[in-house]
């Protein structure tokens, strides 16, 4: 089936001779040096943050990883891509990333460190290199019933430095790592000295982050400067998505990200790296979205940019002049399986859903317990934001010790389902979401101003209703464009599917 734009090979003299893309998954803006967070050590992205560009509400387009993948690497929309549910596929008439670049001459390897992100679906298409071998998908759990479902930087990066090394120039490499992602307890690898230096909060989520840096950022701008081309690159850092971490739970609990349409999930770190054209110490506080970075490599690299997508190249008006007053930069976001939709600009976030008030409101803890959760995480947050003043023992407590008040901890879960409503304990019960309807009946959920309200406690939607009549309006224009048929994978890959979300903690 013809793509929706013309394709064809361009020169190559002044391009870029290396392009790479790193994905680090789960990682939040507001945990990383460049961002002003002093809680991590992150001197590799630190130091392509100073010589390039930094985005500063750089904002995904879906709370999950393939659906967020498939944004970023068709620079569309997910309504229009047509991955929305788990089981769904690419749209065979968008091009790829990989497509435009291999048919332009580049040589393109990918190297998804997840299965969710594998060929079936579509993630493949144009990579001359597709690389997922299941010898390298060492880790397991009991949820996956023993199924593979992911594997390790080192492997990964040994195959891609080795692929791009014996390749042919220009080349066009993206690289996904896992290691900041939850994973189960007894499988996480982090060093010893990562686990004793960085708060375990969030499973050691700042001790992940300054490992990665060290782990898996190092060796990239190593092989760069190794093989002579970190004058003549383009990197791009970010994440596909961030995370919502209750800094008062224990070092096996997770916040999560498969659900709301939250500021701590939905906005990324975003660094561009091209000592060519962007000058050193860019910073850009204009909101962008993970659908610009397609459109900005192919204007990097010289190539037409497709008029269809939805994304718009980062070297244009966002990075040339401010914001003025009134400009409205729209960015989609949405989560389809489990009914949640919105439009975010720079001032207001608009959120719809499908969903009942209770079943809206069902996800979080009720009653008393949920103040007190509440209370608790505000005090430990407010002793994180100066940790200098803070006893070195919130910091560090053994495993020995949380292991001891597990019992605890899972008493005060069962106390919050019992807390719960019935119509709430029904909502928790609905299937996870895999056939379910995709965004019917939509009513308005929240609107939040964002400029006096970034944590999104109050609805303004009463207030400002011509606000939510004119975002409500371009949301519908904007789904309206979207394919009215969707594939999905074969029924023998569904239960495979299934169990690799399981995997990973999606529900």
């Excluded at 909101?287 to 980062?314: I, K």
Aim: charged share 25%; net charge positive.
């Amino acid at each position: 089936m013809p793509h929706l734009f013309g394709q064809g090979r361009q020169q190559m003299s002044d391009r870029p001779k290396a392009i790479i893309l790193v994905t680090l998954d789960c990682v939040r803006p507001d945990h990383l040096g460049c961002y002003g967070y002093r809680g991590v050590d992150t001197p590799n992205i630190d130091w392509f943050a100073e010589h390039g560009a930094v985005f500063e509400q750089a904002i995904c387009q879906a709370p999950n990883t393939w659906v967020s993948h498939a944004s970023l690497f068709t620079g569309c929309n997910p309504y229009k891509h047509g991955v929305r549910k788990p089981l769904s596929c690419l749209n065979p008439e968008v091009a790829t990333l990989a497509e435009l670049f291999a048919d332009a001459g580049y040589l393109t390897g990918g190297f998804p460190a997840h299965t969710l992100l594998g060929e079936a679906r579509g993630f493949g298409r144009g990579f001359h290199l597709y690389d997922l071998d299941e010898e390298d998908l060492r880790h397991r759990s009991s949820a996956a019933k023993g199924g593979r479902y992911y594997r390790e930087w080192s492997t990964m990066w040994r195959r891609a430095e080795a692929w791009a090394i014996r390749g042919q120039r220009p080349f066009l490499l993206w690289l996904h790592y896992m290691g900041t992602h939850k994973v189960p307890s007894q499988r996480l690898s982090l060093p010893r000295i990562y686990r004793e230096r960085y708060s375990c909060m969030g499973q050691f989520f700042d001790g992940k982050i300054s490992w990665a840096d060290h782990e898996c950022i190092g060796q990239i701008r190593t092989f760069l400067e190794k093989e002579g081309l970190l004058e003549e690159s383009v990197v791009f850092l970010f994440s596909d998505h961030g995370d919502e971490l209750p800094r008062s739970d224990p070092p096996y609990a997770w916040g999560g990200h498969d659900a709301k349409l939250l500021e701590c999930v939905m906005k990324v770190p975003l660094v561009m790296y091209c000592p060519k054209r962007i000058a050193s110490g860019t910073r850009v506080s204009q909101q962008v979205r993970l659908v610009d970075v397609l459109p900005t490599v192919l204007e990097l690299a010289g190539l037409p940019v497709p008029a269809h997508l939805d994304g718009e190249s980062l070297l244009g008006p966002a990075m040339q002049r401010p914001a003025t007053p009134g400009d409205e930069h729209y960015a989609y976001i949405e989560n389809a399986p489990k009914g949640w939709c919105g439009l975010r600009t720079e001032r207001w976030k608009l959120i719809m859903t499908d969903k009942s008030p209770e079943q809206a409101a069902a996800p979080g803890p009720g009653g008393l317990l949920a103040a007190l959760r509440k209370a608790v995480r505000a005090a430990a947050h407010s002793l994180a934001e100066d940790r200098e003043r803070a006893p070195s023992w919130l910091y560090g407590p053994s495993e020995a010790a949380y292991r001891m008040i597990r019992p605890v901890v899972r008493a005060s879960r069962t106390l919050r389902g019992l807390l719960r409503s019935p119509k709430a304990a029904s909502a928790q019960k609905r299937p996870k979401g895999v056939d379910r309807p995709l965004l019917a009946n939509l009513r308005v959920h929240a609107l939040y101003n964002l400029h006096l309200d970034p944590d999104e406690t109050t609805d303004v939607s009463a207030e400002h209703p011509e606000v939510v009549q004119r975002l409500r309006r371009r949301l519908r224009e904007m789904m309206a464009t979207g394919p009215r048929t969707a594939r999905e994978v074969s029924g023998t890959e569904r239960e495979e599917v299934q169990r690799r979300l399981e995997a990973l903690g999606y529900r």
